[in-house]
């Protein structure tokens, strides 16, 4: 069938494959480059998805309709994104008291700051109505599974193109030098010279603003990494924000020496260190005479970039394995114990997916994390996090979560100065506490303990044993926002859905042509907005059992895709599909997925038969939404139309996923359960108005 297919393939499947490439690859582009120069859409960038969808559903409704607002082609509209985030340098700094996002939160905010966010919005939604418009007219011109095939042939190849360049750690002058490749070929040939000279310009700009800063800059699969020598240290950023300092071990502050000034006596033989980094926290260990360590880091290019220049060449000793991986999915699988478990300020700073709003390390600070960590402890063992946590109700949150996994109350250390530093400590070694030690824990009444000869100093503000509230809101899988006091939709995300909600409405409203707007497809609406929900809690699912790698991620996407193409397969093969059954089969693993927790299938020690369970149950509803899909899609009678609907109602349903803050991801399916519910009844309507009609 595949064969036959392939020889069908002429200038219109062409034109679709290279379109649907461009389209994936440049919303590939969009969500890992703005958020490096605009460093808070690396917490927003399910915004640049919205974007996305919203441009390619009126771009498609449009098509080659010339009586739009949108004149200015898409080469140009790069350029114009490029030059201002470059140039302006802005920036979105977000204050909000439900939610902690790493700032330079006591700096006055700029004018610009309100603005930036829906002008970035504006003009991505620009680029991807004029990168999706030929779909537009070339969707009609083929059989509608056959258009759809190729379509998603198209966005397969762009993942690949895309992880192939984050393997290799490829700057962006690359990527938007494919993506432009691509695009000559979409496009009329019009205007070639004033089109080549923008996107000569855009390339310049991009290559020069790579090139003139005196930072070392390199692109790892997460974020832009830049580094500069200074003062005998090296310091790195991560998309312009400070993350890491590459010092001599003694150099270091003194929270990362507090667990082996306090359990002088006490010789931790294996040593787990979850967050390695460049290396520091390996070093300071192997100076206290540790015998074997695991390190592990989930980027491998800041492994990389600390195994070349820390000056105490930690990575290099024989006495420390490396594991490039994600930490929780390295607790999953990995069966040792050990005397010390250290989680070293394991804060990524960036989402782990676009589809939705956790970060890379979320699944590591859960209850049930923090839980397996415990149970990796040997009977003497301790389990240590520290960081610049900022906030003094995220430190007694973690207290609780603590408190309530181990039965004991933590032992705390909290610093002054920058950042709201603290340390945590917890485990079976806690029971040999200096009795001197072993009081609650006061901001008053500072015991007076040796101070460590090692580590810059940093005034103690308190310690002692810290009582938590367990009754409070606590990380969970489910609801795995340990950076959010309680469950809410904080208002800052209210206020900007609600404008990007009123932003995608105008656009539709003076955009897309009247005549076509009198068509639009409210079935295929709902199916994209349920789709879209089912896809965000599938990925989050998986990042969940199998980590959060970057790998992982573009893994499971890729296979989203290929179920998706299997659907329109099977669509093909057969004429008669019983659709009413696999609406009900469909049902019946959405509410299976709903009453069975995730973390459940985590008890399952072998990992292929945990990944056979994990696929049966989470990609089985996603199959067999495609192939409710595709039986639709192949009976629609404006294939455009059709698309576009779905398109935005993926927006839609991308904006639903914020639900999670206050309800945790598996409410998410009583919403999908809900839209399929609402797509079914139009469907239905549909037809009984087409029956009448033609009576």
């Given at each position: ?89 802005l920036e979105v700094n977000l204050n909000s008291n439900d939610i902690l996002h790493y700032a330079t939160e006591n700096q006055a905010l700029k004018i610009e700051n309100f603005i930036s966010l829906p002008i970035i919005f504006i003009l991505i939604t620009c680029a991807f109505i004029q990168l999706s418009r030929p779909l537009g007219f070339l969707l009609p011109k083929l059989p509608p599974l056959n258009a759809y095939a190729i379509d998603i042939l198209g966005s397969m190849i762009g993942i690949i193109t895309f992880f192939v360049l984050s393997y290799y750690s490829l700057p ?511 469907k239905n309507s549909m037809l009984e108005k087409s029956l009448i009609h033609n009576k």
């Amino acid at each position: 069938m595949i064969a036959n297919f392939l020889k069908k393939i002429g200038h219109i499947e062409i034109n679709i494959f290279l379109t649907s490439f461009c389209i994936l690859f440049f919303e590939l582009i969009c969500i890992r480059w703005i958020p490096a120069y605009v460093f808070h859409f690396g917490f927003f960038s399910n915004y640049i998805l919205l974007a996305s969808f919203l441009g390619i559903g009126i771009g498609i409704l449009i098509g080659e309709n010339k009586n739009n607002l949108i004149k200015i082609n898409f080469h140009s509209i790069v350029l114009v994104i490029v030059s201002i985030i470059i140039f302006s340098q802005l920036e979105v700094n977000l204050n909000s008291n439900d939610i902690l996002h790493y700032a330079t939160e006591n700096q006055a905010l700029k004018i610009e700051n309100f603005i930036s966010l829906p002008i970035i919005f504006i003009l991505i939604t620009c680029a991807f109505i004029q990168l999706s418009r030929p779909l537009g007219f070339l969707l009609p011109k083929l059989p509608p599974l056959n258009a759809y095939a190729i379509d998603i042939l198209g966005s397969m190849i762009g993942i690949i193109t895309f992880f192939v360049l984050s393997y290799y750690s490829l700057p962006p002058i690359i990527w938007f030098s494919i993506l432009f490749i691509a695009t000559s070929f979409t496009f009329k040939k019009t205007n070639i010279i004033p089109n080549f000279f923008v996107i000569f310009l855009t390339l310049a700009i991009i290559f020069i603003s790579g090139k003139s800063s005196s930072y070392d800059t390199y692109w790892s699969p997460y974020y832009k990494v830049t580094g500069l020598a200074h003062s005998n240290e090296y310091s790195i950023n991560v998309n312009n924000i400070p993350h890491q300092a590459i010092k001599p071990y003694d150099k270091k502050e003194s929270l990362y020496h507090k667990v082996y000034e306090i359990f002088s006596q006490n010789k931790f033989n294996n040593v787990l260190i979850i967050g390695a980094g460049t290396g520091s926290d390996i070093a300071i260990a192997l100076h206290y005479g540790v015998k074997h360590i695991d390190a592990v880091e989930i980027d491998p290019v800041i492994y990389n970039i600390g195994k070349r220049l820390h000056p105490d060449h930690p990575y290099q000793d024989r006495r420390v394995n490396v594991h490039i991986n994600d930490g929780r999915a390295f607790l999953q699988t990995n069966q040792s114990k050990y005397d010390l478990i250290i989680f070293a300020l394991p804060d990524s700073l960036t989402l782990l997916t676009s589809f939705s709003n956790l970060r890379l390390e979320s699944f590591l600070l859960t209850l049930e994390s923090l839980k397996k960590a415990h149970e990796s402890l040997t009977n003497k063992g301790i389990l240590v996090l520290y960081n610049y946590y900022r906030k003094d109700w995220f430190i007694y949150k973690l207290a609780s979560m603590l408190q309530l996994i181990s039965g004991e109350k933590p032992y705390v250390t909290t610093y002054g100065s920058w950042g709201r530093a603290a340390v945590f400590m917890s485990g079976p070694l806690l029971n040999t506490l200096n009795p001197q030690l072993n009081i609650p824990y006061s901001e008053n009444n500072k015991p007076q303990i040796q101070t460590n000869l090692y580590g810059a100093y940093k005034p103690i503000v308190g310690q002692g044993r810290m009582t938590g509230n367990v009754n409070q809101p606590l990380a969970t899988d489910d609801w795995p926002f340990i950076y959010m006091r309680a469950p809410t939709i904080p208002i800052v995300y209210i206020i900007t859905l609600g404008t990007l909600m009123l932003g995608a409405f105008f656009f539709i409203k003076k955009c897309s042509p009247k005549d076509v707007l009198k068509k639009f497809n409210w079935h295929f609406f709902f199916l994209g907005s349920a789709f879209m929900m089912l896809e965000t809690r599938s990925l989050v699912s998986f990042s969940l059992l199998f980590g959060s790698t970057w790998i992982v991620n573009s893994l499971v996407f890729f296979s989203i895709l290929f179920s998706v193409l299997l659907a329109i397969l099977v669509n093909l093969k057969f004429k008669t599909i019983p659709i009413k059954f696999i609406y009900c089969l469909l049902f019946v693993f959405l509410i299976i997925n709903y009453f069975m927790p995730t973390h459940m299938f985590l008890a399952i020690p072998i990992p292929l038969l945990r990944y056979v369970a994990c696929s049966t149950l989470f990609f089985m509803p996603i199959f067999l939404a495609n192939i409710v899909f595709s039986h639709s899609f192949k009976n629609a009678e404006a294939a455009n139309i059709a698309f576009a609907s779905n398109m935005l109602g993926a927006m839609v349903g991308g904006g639903f996923e914020y639900l999670a803050l206050a309800f945790g991801y598996q409410s998410l399916l009583l919403i999908v359960i809900i839209f399929y519910i609402l797509a079914i009844f139009i469907k239905n309507s549909m037809l009984e108005k087409s029956l009448i009609h033609n009576k």
